[in-house]
């Protein structure tokens, strides 16, 4: 028993070990919980022959922070911000602002609704 | 070349944040801590191998067994398969629009298994293929004179069919349907056809083996919803209705071959699905590109690529449980490997559930909400219909805060950890003479379940951006 016992212990502590250094290095790379746009400048989307210049823009905010983004787009569709449910339109050539609080927890897609390119993942934390 | 991943679930307006940390941290500790105490503080004797069957009384069994309450049930079954086939063929081509696909993917596949664990087997009355092959075996009988003759099923062939149709129903939602190049999931039409598809297939097989033959061991659905039945305590044995020790049945339910295969394709493919655009994100995209590099249509690249994935996941979760399996082997006064193998893969149908309740449940509680009301009174997605007045409902999401859904996650995973292990001590008792070579052959797994268990807490912490 008590050998067993001491295998017990040292599985125990390699695990333990695993599960530290697993945490670790977790809390490296990200940084969740605070705003990527606290510095006050409005993000703007560029969208170019309907598609997100850069990429699908990550966006996050904390609850209760104001959602403000803006659009700029060479081709003309319907944006729609998915979950809050909000939906504008574009003009070839032209932008859109969006402002709205942010209400809802999650992880959101923002889409040219007609071409179901995503150009933003919105993140709401608690 | 730079090519952007196409998102899996068009379905999903909203999908759960990774959970912190912190969380996970706490979580992989308790699920440590639990497992040590089930070391030391275990029973010598198996508790759950007695089912300690006490019949109900017998009006609820005339009354729910009867013949009036199953002919509405298939009745019922028949009408809503049907009808997702009609849905999905002639309704809007929008998956989040269209009552085929929230009913088909959600509401039967993640309700059934929820309902079975607290009721038993209810998909069993409501399953419209068994209900369609039943009135035609009696119409056959009526006409003919004499039952229909059917083939010996293959013995050896087990439950293989049901856990291979459970890999291809999730290759269909995860693989085909999240990769239609566009943020599209599976379309209402190809969903349809699918459900149309594996109606011909499945009746034809009850045509060839037998209705209760099939739906016990081929039919995907009778199987996967059946097999999570096992772990509550109502049942039916010798046509009446019935209580039994929560747990014990799932003690009977892998004696078939299979069996295993069936729970490690239910573990792999949740896993597979959480982790497509979490932990595997990464793998998946390098794999995609080399292959699109090669000439292969963008397209077909990536269900390539994630069909590669997902068998992975399922040779991964395979080799975790063996290894436990060989482990256990090599404890002294061990059981034959291949009893081994089958007498414990009960043990991690309660992980199986714990994955889907973490990695479903909020989807399923918004979903429903859709389901029951624009879904319900617009089914085809028309916004020219609607029938109950419900049409222009909505989800709520702040229905489930961040916070409920994360610690739902977290405390399903652990209670799947503790009830395994429970399941996994007790027929140690059962196969190990001495209490001391049952208890040491339970540190394998002991290993499996924390391997299992851990794995479940990252896939959920993993962002997935």
């Known amino acids: ?126 | 070349m730079n090519l952007v991943l196409p998102l899996a679930h068009a379905l999903v307006a909203r999908k759960d944040l990774p959970i912190p940390a912190w969380l996970f941290a706490w979580g992989a500790s308790i699920v440590l801590i639990v497992s040590f105490f089930a070391l030391s503080a275990a029973w010598r004797k198996p508790r759950f191998e007695d089912e300690r069957w006490r019949p109900l009384g017998a009006g609820f069994s005339r009354v729910l067994l009867g013949v009036p309450v199953q002919v509405i049930c298939g009745a019922v079954g028949v009408f809503l398969l049907g009808f997702a086939i009609y849905a999905g063929l002639r309704g809007t081509e929008a998956p989040d629009r269209n009552f085929a696909a929230t009913f088909v993917f959600v509401t039967a596949w993640l309700g059934f298994p929820l309902f079975s664990v607290i009721f038993g087997d209810v998909f069993r009355p409501f399953n419209p293929w068994r209900a369609i092959g039943r009135v035609t075996g009696g119409a056959f009988a009526a006409i003919a004179g004499q039952r229909a003759a059917h083939l010996a099923y293959p013995k050896a062939l087990g439950r293989w069919p049901a856990a291979i149709g459970l890999l291809a129903v999730v290759w269909l939602e995860v693989v085909y349907g999240g990769s239609g190049g566009v943020a599209v999931g599976l379309s209402p039409h190809a969903i349809g056809l699918a459900v149309l598809f594996y109606s011909l297939y499945t009746l034809a097989m009850m045509g060839l083996f037998g209705v209760e033959e099939w739906c016990q061991r081929g039919e995907v659905f009778s199987v996967y919803f059946g097999m999570f039945s096992h772990l509550g305590s109502f049942g039916v044995k010798d046509g009446r209705l019935g209580r039994r020790l929560p747990l014990s049945a799932s003690t009977h339910w892998a004696t078939i071959p299979g069996s295993a295969a069936m729970v490690i394709a239910s573990i792999a493919s949740t896993s597979f699905d959480g982790a497509q655009d979490g932990a595997f994100q990464s793998s998946i995209q390098q794999v995609f590109e080399w292959l699109a590099d090669t000439g292969i249509t963008k397209i077909t690249s990536l269900r390539l690529t994630d069909t590669i994935f997902m068998l992975l996941t399922f040779a991964g979760v395979a080799l975790v449980y063996l290894i436990g399996i060989r482990g256990m082997a090599s404890v002294r006064g061990a059981p034959p490997l291949k009893k081994l193998r089958m007498g414990f893969a009960h043990t991690l149908i309660p992980i199986a559930f714990a994955y889907l309740v973490a990695h479903y449940f909020s989807l399923f509680v918004f979903q429903e909400q859709a389901q029951f009301t624009y879904l319900l009174s617009d089914p085809l997605g028309t916004a020219t219909t609607d029938l109950f007045g419900t049409a222009s409902g909505g989800i709520d999401f702040q229905l489930l805060s961040a916070n409920a859904i994360w610690y739902v996650q977290v405390a399903a995973l652990v209670i799947g950890h503790v009830v395994g292990l429970t399941l996994a001590h007790d027929r140690a008792t059962a196969y190990w003479g001495d209490y001391r070579q049952a208890a040491r052959s339970q540190y394998w797994m002991l290993a499996v379940m924390v391997a299992f268990t851990c794995f479940g807490l990252y896939l959920l912490s993993v962002s997935n951006t």
Do not use: C, W
């Open chain 1, 1 to 126: 028993m008590s050998s067993n016992f001491t295998r017990a212990v040292v599985g125990a502590i390699v695990v333990v070990v695993a599960i530290v250094l697993l945490v670790v290095l977790k809390s490296d790379d990200s940084s969740t919980g605070t705003s990527s746009n606290a510095s006050g400048k409005v993000p703007t989307i560029v969208v170019k022959n309907g598609e997100p210049v850069g990429g699908i823009r990550d966006l996050t905010y904390n609850k209760g922070e104001q959602i403000h983004f803006v659009v700029d787009s060479d081709v003309s569709d319907e944006i729609h911000v998915h979950g809050y449910d909000i939906m504008k339109d574009v003009k070839a050539g032209g932008s859109v602002s969006f402002d709205f609080p942010a209400s809802i927890e999650g992880v959101f897609e923002a889409e040219l609704e007609g071409r179901k390119e995503q150009i933003i993942e919105l993140t709401v934390n608690p």
